[in-house]
């Protein structure tokens, strides 16, 4: 697959972990939006991410990087770095090396939010602050609904065709078994879109199974959102209730996760 139309990644709201592979003390390399990067978790189970690299001579803070505190250490000489991209200590020097001396980021740190049992980080490729927030879901902070199943594939395609995806009604019919194509209505808000699809499903029995003569019908409901790229979510209603949230989160421009 060639990115032959040269689409740049967009920026957004991206998920990186679920919260539950990521423990206090925990360090895990990522590779997201065409770059190295590295996760951690500190002592007091805050979840931060940083471009790779140590300024200091260019180590790759996720692999044998140690959190320390609230800060991760590099492996090569220990150079302290607070989630924020701040170098906190140096631990043989007397003084602090001119380079990371004025308590500025010297490491880019990617804001990160944690919501939906999920790791959020913003990615923009000019690091410009969030113009948006993640957000919150509440099926994903409920007791009255099951543990989360999950799913997940990686697939050669630019992001832009699983947003293409998300606006072909006809292919329900087709790809899904709808017994038609679905009828919608479709709204933007901000960086938000959202649409309400009405179709024909057959119908299902208290025993879980469905009707496989052709002539036992009920309607389906499908509310889907999407907020930014990076984060979609589905209500399926009617038949039964399902939600489900979509992360799709590039690793480069010709590859997603």
Request: charged content about 20%; overall charge negative.
């Given at each position: 697959?060639?990115?032959?139309?040269?689409?740049?990644?967009?920026?957004?709201?991206?998920?990186v972990s679920l919260?539950?592979?990521?423990?206090?003390?925990?360090?895990?390399?990522?590779?997201?939006?065409?770059?190295?990067?590295v996760m951690f978790r500190t002592e007091a189970g805050e979840a931060k991410v940083l471009?790779?690299?140590?300024?200091?001579?260019?180590?790759?803070?996720?692999?044998?990087?140690?959190?320390?505190?609230?800060?991760?250490?590099?492996?090569?000489?220990?150079?302290?770095?607070?989630?924020?991209?701040?170098?906190?200590?140096?631990?043989?020097?007397?003084?602090?090396?001119p380079k990371v001396a004025n308590g500025k980021p010297c490491i880019y740190a990617y804001p990160?939010?944690?919501?939906?049992?999920?790791?959020?980080?913003?990615?923009?490729?000019?690091?410009?602050?969030?113009l948006f927030e993640v957000e919150q879901l509440h099926e994903l902070h409920s007791d009255d609904w099951t543990d989360i199943s999950t799913y997940e594939w990686t697939f050669r395609s630019h992001i832009q065709e699983t947003a293409e995806n998300g606006c072909d009604a006809a292919h329900f019919m087709y790809v899904h078994g709808n017994q038609d194509v679905p009828k919608g209505e479709v709204k933007h808000e901000g960086f938000q879109r959202h649409a309400h699809f009405v179709s024909k499903a057959?119908?299902?029995?208290?025993?879980?199974?469905?009707?496989?003569?052709?002539?036992?019908?009920?309607?389906?409901?499908l509310d889907t959102s999407s907020n930014g790229p990076g984060q979609t979510w589905q209500r399926f209603s009617g038949v039964f209730e399902t939600f489900m949230m979509g992360t799709v989160t590039p690793i480069d421009e010709k590859t997603v996760h």
């Open positions: 697959m060639e990115n032959t139309a040269q689409l740049p990644i967009p920026f957004g709201w991206y998920c919260s539950r592979d990521l423990q206090p003390g925990e360090v895990k390399p990522l590779r997201y939006f065409d770059r190295e990067m471009d790779a690299y140590c300024p200091h001579l260019g180590a790759h803070l996720g692999h044998g990087g140690k959190v320390t505190g609230e800060n991760i250490a590099c492996p090569f000489h220990a150079w302290e770095f607070s989630g924020e991209g701040v170098c906190k200590t140096v631990p043989y020097a007397a003084n602090m090396p990160t939010v944690e919501k939906n049992q999920s790791i959020w980080v913003w990615y923009h490729p000019e690091q410009i602050a969030p057959p119908e299902i029995f208290e025993d879980g199974t469905f009707d496989t003569t052709g002539t036992l019908f009920r309607d389906s409901f």
